[in-house]
């Protein structure tokens, strides 16, 4: 049993019956999009844990906001921006599978993926303006928002333009981390959320605080598990970060922790593609353990992760959210998918 109400189990719920009544409407309304919408809504349903909803939520109640109607809409709109992100970054990666079934990449090609991720954040930006706030909270609520669809490009193409280095610094990787997933997961949505409870300047720094570092852990989490994790329980191939070349923070590491003959291989098969055997990946995986990476990187995630529970600590928020807020760090932090 859960502290605190609705649990995140519950608000899950919530938010998937908003989203489906959102979208039943469009599907209504624009009748000539219906595919794109039964798309998206086959990827929402798909799974995903609904975190960035959750902290949302979670940082309005923390704020001072209460239980309703309005606000759950409003979290829920930042899943289909999720699933604008994911569409688009699985076009890019030439992704086939996410969270064990076919990505829309897969299903349908480049083409209708595309319309699937653009029609997806336009809803996004639909469903928050049209949750129910008045004009004034909504506006204030915008700025977060904006800089969160903003970060999670920047993200995107930093990342793109990592991949074509021969090496990157851990500072790199991390700012990659940051701009990529962090901030777009937790910091911002917590944002958005205490935004629509109106909540004073000096509450909303201190619950950025606490966000910045969990955030930046949950892509640590994220990129182990894509190197490390279970192919079953992820839902998807743990060998592509390593077939694509992904210069994030495992790889930083094992570059500094890696010399002659071995930091060669590792530069040299690294992003290898459909070329690399399976001999080759599980080398690969040897040499960030061998390195260290592996160990570092678990390392980092964890003074992370801690840094942001002291400053959760800190928060003058109700018992309620501290509980609730504790929960989704320990789902984004110390998860197998």
């Given at each position: 049993m859960t502290s605190f109400w609705p649990g995140i189990d519950a608000l899950r719920a919530q938010i998937d019956a908003r989203l489906g009544d959102f979208l039943t409407a469009r599907r209504r309304e624009l009748e000539e999009a219906g595919d794109l919408i039964d798309e998206i809504a086959r990827v929402i349903e798909s799974g995903g844990k609904r975190l960035r909803p959750a902290f949302c939520y979670w940082g309005?109640?923390?704020?001072?906001?209460?239980?309703?109607?309005?606000?759950?809409?409003?979290?829920?709109?930042?899943?289909?921006?999720?699933?604008?992100?994911?569409?688009?970054?699985?076009i890019m990666d030439a992704s086939k599978e996410r969270r064990g079934?076919?990505?829309?990449?897969?299903?349908?090609?480049?083409?209708?993926?595309?319309?699937?991720?653009?029609?997806?954040?336009?809803l996004a930006d639909e469903a928050i303006m049209a949750?129910?706030?008045?004009?004034g909270t909504l506006a204030s609520a915008f700025e977060a928002y904006s800089r969160m669809r903003q970060e999670v490009i920047a993200g995107?193409?930093?990342?793109?333009?990592?991949?074509?280095?021969?090496?990157?610094t851990e500072a790199e990787a991390r700012r990659v981390a940051l701009l990529k997933s962090g901030r777009y997961s937790i910091q911002e949505p917590l944002a958005i959320g205490a935004s629509l409870a109106g909540a004073p300047d000096g509450l909303r720094r201190q619950l950025s605080d606490f966000g910045e570092p969990l955030g930046e852990a949950f892509q640590q989490r994220d990129d182990l598990l894509g190197t490390f994790g279970d192919p079953a329980s992820l839902g998807k191939p743990i060998?592509?970060?390593?077939?694509?070349g992904k210069r994030h923070v495992l790889y930083a590491k094992a570059l500094t922790g890696l010399h002659g003959e071995e930091?060669?291989?590792?530069?040299?098969?690294?992003g290898g593609g459909d070329a690399l055997t399976d001999d080759d990946v599980r080398e690969l995986r040897r040499l960030l353990e061998y390195s260290g990476a592996r160990e570092g990187t678990e390392a980092l995630l964890q003074s992370l992760a801690a840094a942001a529970l002291r400053r959760l600590d800190a928060l003058p928020v109700d018992p309620d959210a501290r509980a609730?807020?504790?929960?989704?760090?320990?789902?984004?932090?110390?998860?197998?998918?």
């Open positions: 309005y109640r923390g704020t001072g906001g209460e239980h309703s109607d309005e606000i759950v809409c409003a979290a829920a709109s930042l899943e289909l921006l999720h699933t604008f992100a994911i569409v688009h970054d699985d079934v076919s990505t829309s990449f897969a299903e349908h090609g480049v083409n209708v993926a595309l319309l699937v991720g653009d029609l997806a954040l336009v949750s129910g706030f008045d004009p995107q193409y930093l990342d793109l333009k990592a991949a074509g280095k021969p090496s990157i060998d592509s970060d390593i077939r694509e930091r060669r291989t590792l530069r040299e098969l690294w609730a807020l504790q929960e989704l760090a320990l789902q984004a932090t110390d998860r197998q998918s």
